[in-house]
């Protein structure tokens, strides 16, 4: 495994000087957005959209995917297309999941996210995954790269409300026993950093997924990384 708990100052913004609720040794639960955050699923995402939109008649731009990613599926899919009717936004849907499965082979976890998720579960921290995906893909995927079993628990967006309504992260807490004040949630879109704000939970925003650094930093995450290099040892410091 490779060695996370370095000396080496990680590359972060701390947007004000976390108070003593926000100090992250102090964490016994640690929930993480999953798409962006933990998988390099993105440009897949993106992809899939395009091609599910154009075999219906519908275009749309990079940009506008990555801006719903975060959304459940369906809540994403009438953003882009508002003008697609209930049939074609299903038939979206059943494209977008089609294509998704059949590639998502080509979605790792980040490096050096495996060995990050090991060595907080060897510290004794609770995991979680609070995603926009349905059960049944994030099912798909926990079996594909093997990490069912660091997660306590996940949750997903057609069991609760889709992100930034913080009903998944509250399940969550309550599954666990948690108070809010000994959890932090992870993500990179706008709508995680919303979700874990609408608690007033801890949370880190990370910049190489869905959202931009400056995007991101509008909504005053507790702390701000470049890298999954830099969250790991964030974290397991």
Known sequence: MTALCTTDTPKLTQHSQPADEHRLSDKTLIIFDWDGTLMDS???IV??????GEAHGFKTTDKAVKDIIGLSLMNGIEILYPYADESQTLAIQQTYAEYYIANSHCTPLFEPIEDMLQTLQEQGKKLAVATGKKRKGLDRVLDASDS???FVMTRCADESGSKPDPQMLTDILDYTQQQISDAVFIGDSIYDIQMATK???TSIAVNYGTATSAELAE???TYQVD??????????A
């Open 47 to 52: 992809d899939s959209m395009h091609v599910a």
């Open 199 to 201: 608690l007033g939970m």
């Open 227 to 236: 890298t999954p290099q830099a969250l790991a040892k964030l974290l397991c």
């Open 42 to 44: 993105i440009g897949l």
């Open 219 to 221: 909504q005053n995450p």
């Open 148 to 150: 069912r079993d660091y």
